[in-house]
C-alpha cells in the first residue's frame, strides 16, 4: 500500500531555512494533490499547501511569503522549504496526499508519521 | 487561528453517543464538504469522514457525520476505549485552502 515518509534536519537555526523531503513508495505520485500539514506542541494541525503533481501549487495565504514546494516526479517525491524560519515554526510536520473530487482537491488519505522540527535561536 | 470551531472536549461513559460539532462560515463549510480525521496522540491523523458523511473502508459505522448550513457533526455512537483521541473537522474554503477545526478531545471515562 501507498506510504509517506518524511526526511530532513530536525533542527533549524532560527532565521534560516526549514527543508523537508517526503518520499512516496507503494504507488505513484501522479494524479493526486500532496500537502504539507505541520502541528505545534500541543496544538492543531495548520494546513500549510499543496502541490498537484503535474506542479500546481497552492499555499496558505499566512504562510505564503516564506513557503515553496515542489515536486520531483521522476523520484516519487516532493518537498517544503520554509524560509526565515522563527520559534513559531517548531512543529511536526506531516506530508499527506490528497485525493482529487471533480477536479477539486477532497481528503487527505494517506499521511506520513510526522517529522518533528525544531528551530533553536 | 483556525476558522473552524469546535468544542475543546467531550466524553461518555462506554456504550454512550458522543457528538461533536463544528462550526464555520459560508465560504467554507457552507459552500465545500466537510471532513473529520482522528489522531490518537503521538500519531499521524487518520481520516474519518470524508465528504460529509461518507466512511473511508475500515472505519467503524459507529461514526458518522452530517452537515447543515455552516455547521457539521460528528457522531461516534456505542462509545469505545479507543475512541480516546482528538477529533478534527476540515473544510476547503472558496480560496483551494485547507481549514482545520480548532479540535475536540474525547475522553472514555
Known amino acids: 500500500q501507498v506510504q509517506l515518509q518524511e526526511s530532513g534536519p530536525g533542527l533549524v537555526k532560527a532565521s534560516e531555512t526549514l527543508s523537508l523531503t517526503c518520499t512516496v513508495s507503494g504507488g505513484s505520485i501522479s494524479s493526486y494533490y500532496w500537502s504539507w500539514i505541520r502541528q505545534p506542541p500541543g496544538k492543531g494541525l495548520e494546513w500549510i499547501g499543496y502541490?498537484?503533481?503535474?506542479?500546481?501549487?497552492n499555499y496558505n495565504a499566512s504562510l505564503k511569503s516564506r513557503v515553496t514546494i515542489s515536486v520531483d516526479t521522476s523520484k516519487n517525491q516532493f518537498s517544503l522549504k520554509l524560509t526565515s524560519v522563527t520559534a513559531a515554526d517548531t512543529a511536526v510536520y506531516y506530508c499527506?496526499?490528497?485525493?482529487?473530487?471533480?477536479?477539486?482537491?477532497?481528503?487527505?488519505?494517506?499521511w506520513g508519521q510526522g517529522t518533528m522540527v525544531t528551530v533553536s535561536s | 487561528q483556525s476558522v473552524l470551531t469546535q468544542p475543546p472536549s467531550a466524553s461518555g461513559t462506554p456504550g454512550q453517543r458522543v457528538t461533536i460539532s463544528c462550526s464555520g462560515s459560508?465560504?467554507?463549510?457552507?459552500?465545500?464538504?466537510v471532513y473529520w480525521y482522528q489522531q490518537v496522540p503521538g500519531t499521524a491523523p487518520k481520516l474519518l469522514i470524508f465528504r460529509n458523511n461518507q466512511r473511508p473502508s475500515g472505519v467503524p459505522d459507529r461514526f458518522s457525520g452530517s452537515k447543515s448550513g455552516t455547521s457539521a457533526s460528528l457522531a461516534i455512537s456505542g462509545l469505545r476505549s479507543e475512541d480516546e483521541a482528538d477529533y478534527y473537522c476540515?473544510?476547503?474554503?472558496?480560496?483551494?485552502?485547507?481549514?482545520f477545526g480548532t479540535g475536540t478531545k474525547v475522553t472514555v471515562l
Open positions: 499527506a496526499r490528497g485525493r482529487h473530487w471533480n477536479d477539486f482537491p477532497d481528503a487527505f488519505d494517506i
Open positions: 476540515a473544510a476547503w474554503d472558496d480560496s483551494l485552502s485547507a481549514l
Open positions: 502541490i498537484y503533481y503535474s506542479g500546481s501549487p
Open positions: 459560508s465560504s467554507n463549510i457552507g459552500s465545500n464538504y
